[in-house]
């Protein structure tokens, strides 16, 4: 069954560090996005991605973070200077046709640890 | 502001029980709600979605309502195991929007 597949599964890093979390959605969807869990609390909304841009973005998805489509499978997330309070699990999900129809697909998650 | 609330915020139950979990929210203009399987440390995992002309809906052991009016939506699930001790998280998208409104989840454990 077709999956969305998230690496690294794991990451530690130092505060003020560049991360990025790769994420490769289910080939035929058209949405991509991405969400955050802090330890504890609820899933929370990121960044949405279509045709090439971002559609909508969260309060939380300020100028240190950045999203990128580099070739036909990939889809990133890139935390510029990571800060202790980015520490958290981030899923990337996919779906065929948005989220007014769609089914949502969410991978596995990457969690990051900020020290 | 659009929010969902569950209840209760966990549970215990005995395996081969029933147990129904409650959802309102808040979200506008109300596109469907969802609910959610989340294993710690894992991702969400699609139970079902509901649109605002359906009241019920089942996949197996899970059966979702929804009172589009009242704003409220439940999670029965029937004849527990085990492998059910889970959080359940009931998730709402609004019509227009690209995001999902995530509840803070019940979290459930069955035991044997």
């Known amino acids: 069954e077709p999956e969305v597949t998230q690496t690294p599964s794991h990451q530690v890093t130092q505060m003020g560090q560049e991360v990025i979390l790769r994420c490769v959605p289910i080939?035929?969807?058209?949405?991509f996005y991405w969400y955050r869990q802090i330890l504890g609390q609820k899933v929370e909304f990121l960044v949405s991605?279509?045709?090439?841009?971002?559609?909508?973005k969260s309060e939380i998805f300020d100028d240190q973070f950045s999203v990128e489509r580099p070739d036909g499978s990939n889809f990133t997330l890139k935390i510029r200077s990571t800060k202790l309070e980015d520490s958290a699990m981030y899923f990337c999900?996919?779906?065929?046709?948005?989220?007014?129809?769609?089914?949502?697909?969410f991978g596995e998650g990457s969690r990051l640890t900020v020290l | 502001k659009n929010q969902v609330e569950q209840s209760p915020q966990s549970l215990i139950i005995l395996e081969g029980k029933n147990c129904t979990l409650q959802?309102?929210?808040?979200?506008?203009?109300?596109?469907?709600l969802r609910w959610y399987k989340q294993d710690t440390g894992r991702g969400p995992v699609s139970l079902t979605i509901?649109?605002?002309?359906?009241n019920t809906k089942s996949n197996g052991r899970y059966t979702a309502t929804l009172d589009a009016d009242t704003k409220q939506s439940s999670l029965h699930i029937t004849a527990s195991q085990l492998s059910d001790s889970a959080s359940y998280i009931c998730?709402?998208?609004?019509?227009?929007?690209?995001?999902?409104?995530f509840g803070t989840g019940t979290r459930l454990l069955v035991s044997p």
């Open positions: 999900a996919s779906s065929t046709s948005g989220l007014n129809t769609g089914e949502l697909f």
């Open positions: 080939s035929n969807h058209l949405y």
């Open positions: 991605f279509y045709n090439n841009e971002i559609s909508e």
């Open positions: 959802c309102n929210y808040t979200v506008s203009p109300f596109s469907n």
């Open positions: 509901m649109t605002f002309s359906e």
């Open positions: 998730v709402v998208s609004a019509t227009g929007f690209q995001k999902l409104v």
